[in-house]
């Protein structure tokens, strides 16, 4: 075994107590009150007996991704990503680990040999705690990406309902800018709940969509194309007279999609199309 | 290569598209389309498929065939159950199946079979 | 199912020959066993095989034959598949016109190339005429 290894792990075996205690001292002054007040000292041991596992497999200390490291990169990933839930920062997480360096020279100073051999085990020890934080910042990372793209999702199907009108008839009522990926979600949504309900005719309502451009007009006419391949209809409500105006400047072709300027008119179609006669009771 | 069965109901035909098609079963699928019409005196013809996953354009092209082939020999063509994604992925290529019916599912394609062979 | 998955397992990197039309149906099933590896949605995973498809098409019918290969791609935590289509045919002399008239003449290669593009999140393509064609594709999850 290298005997940067051997004396790294002997300072554990030893001397653990007091790094654990050099470890706390140091993480509190760099955060300095910042950071979740927990009990660390089950991570922290869960850390120092994964490092003690690698060390005494003989692991290179200057290559993280071998087979003796999967034990520590594992519980590095669990505190890791229990941290960026919680919604502590990358750099009081990445802090933590790196607060280990101190309390373990201060050790190896402790049990000093010659200039050489101190030299070396110094720089294992540096290597392997660089590693370590780098690590667990890139996995802090994922979580968080992890986090970010399922609330997008979440949004983003939250402002797009579909909604059942009457039978066959669903309705989609569009709130805010129409970009790419919102189109591609009102599109798979839709067409998806038309298969589903058997209706065969939407509505899609833009009174909330504060600007038609050219890309705009393109994603609804996609849409619509995709609506009638389906072997269903598609009116297009709430069209705004700025918006007619617009559409025609830009010389944008409905190609025949039907249009209404109201909700209200667009059902009144509807109902008409799927063959309903609505009269009052009276 | 496999043959895709054409069913006869009544005055329609019926097929079903369950299988990935190499492109010559699709050629033969076209003929054999055609010639059931001619055999059968069929108004109406039903193409289910609700089982692609995957329509490209050559299958495109074939379904726009048959169409416009029944069509001359007097015939209807409905084509049914085109999935979402199918669809999608459809548009994005640049294919709108021009002339071609579409419904819903086989209930309504029937449906629309019925009425133009009622209105024919 | 229509398009089957693959029976045998499949590496990430791998190619496989275009040399008739079987083969086009076979390059779908390998793309579609490698969307659903790499937990495309369904309308990506369509996507990507309907534009395999397309391309797959070109190299036999217009390259006289040919290749795809694949490969899986990660970047960070974003995971991808980049497909190549090669042959040693008579390549496209004018690639532009081919990507926009192709479509409107309705000649299959144009269609093939121009919808394949619409398809994917990466394309390129390099040809010489009396040589060949390679095209790429490629798709984010």
Request: aromatic fraction near 4%.
């Amino acid at each position: 075994m290298r005997p940067e290894n051997q004396r790294l792990a002997d300072l554990l075996r030893e001397d653990q107590d007091t790094i654990l205690r050099g470890w706390t001292a140091e993480y509190h002054s760099y955060t300095g009150g910042r950071g979740l007040s927990q009990n660390i000292e089950a991570e922290q041991r869960a850390i120092l007996k994964a490092l003690e596992t690698g060390l005494t497999a003989d692991a290179d200390t200057s290559n993280f991704d071998t087979s003796a490291w999967t034990a520590l990169r594992d519980t590095l990933a669990r505190l890791s990503s229990a941290r960026a839930a919680q919604g502590e920062t990358a750099d009081v997480t990445s802090g933590f680990v790196l607060a280990l360096k101190r309390p373990l020279f201060d050790g190896l100073h402790r049990h000093r040999d010659d200039v050489d051999g101190q030299i070396a085990v110094v720089w294992a020890a540096s290597s392997i705690v660089d590693r370590m934080a780098q690590w667990t910042v890139s996995t802090y990372q994922k979580t968080r990406e992890d986090i970010i793209v399922r609330q997008q999702h979440e949004l983003l199907e939250l402002s797009t309902p579909v909604i059942k009108l009457w039978d066959g008839v669903l309705a989609v009522p569009v709130i805010g800018t129409l970009d790419s990926s919102r189109a591609q979600i009102v599109m798979e949504t839709l067409l998806e709940r038309l298969v589903n309900t058997g209706s065969a005719l939407a509505i899609i309502d833009i009174t909330g969509v504060p600007t038609v451009d050219t890309l705009v007009a393109q994603h609804l006419m996609k849409t619509v194309t995709a609506i009638r391949l389906m072997g269903a209809e598609s009116i297009i409500s709430g069209i705004r007279p700025q918006i007619a105006q617009t559409i025609v400047h830009l010389g944008i072709d409905l190609q025949g999609i039907i249009t209404k300027s109201t909700l209200a008119d667009a059902l009144a179609t509807a109902m008409r199309m799927t063959g309903h006669i609505v009269t009052r009771a009276s | 290569m496999e043959r895709i069965p054409i069913l006869r109901m009544g005055k329609n035909l019926l097929v079903t598209i369950q299988i990935d098609m190499q492109d010559q079963t699709a050629l033969t699928l076209q003929e054999d389309i055609a010639s059931s019409i001619e055999q059968n005196g069929a108004h109406g013809v039903l193409i289910d498929v609700s089982a692609l996953e995957m329509v490209d354009s050559f299958i495109g092209r074939m379904l726009v065939s048959i169409s416009d082939i029944s069509r001359i020999l007097g015939a209807t063509t409905v084509v049914v159950g085109i999935r979402p994604a199918v669809a999608i992925t459809l548009v994005e290529l640049g294919l709108s199946l021009g002339g071609v019916k579409t419904a819903l599912n086989v209930e309504r394609g029937m449906q629309m079979l019925d009425a133009a062979a009622r209105g024919a | 199912m229509a398009i089957p998955a693959m029976a045998t397992e499949l590496a990430d990197t791998g190619s496989a020959p275009l040399k008739d039309e079987r083969d086009i149906v076979h390059a779908r099933a390998i793309v579609r066993t490698l969307t659903i590896r790499l937990k495309f949605s369904l309308v990506e995973q369509t996507k990507m095989i309907t534009a395999a498809s397309e391309l797959a098409r070109n190299a036999v019918v217009y390259g006289g034959g040919g290749e795809m290969r694949w490969e899986t791609l990660a970047e960070g935590i974003r995971k991808g598949l980049r497909l190549h289509f090669e042959d040693k045919g008579p390549g496209i002399p004018d690639v532009e016109q081919a990507l926009t008239d192709g479509w409107t003449t309705g000649s299959g290669l144009g269609m093939g190339l121009s919808g394949s593009k619409r398809l994917v999140n990466e394309f390129a393509i390099s040809t010489k005429v009396g040589e060949g064609t390679c095209v790429s594709i490629t798709r984010w999850k």
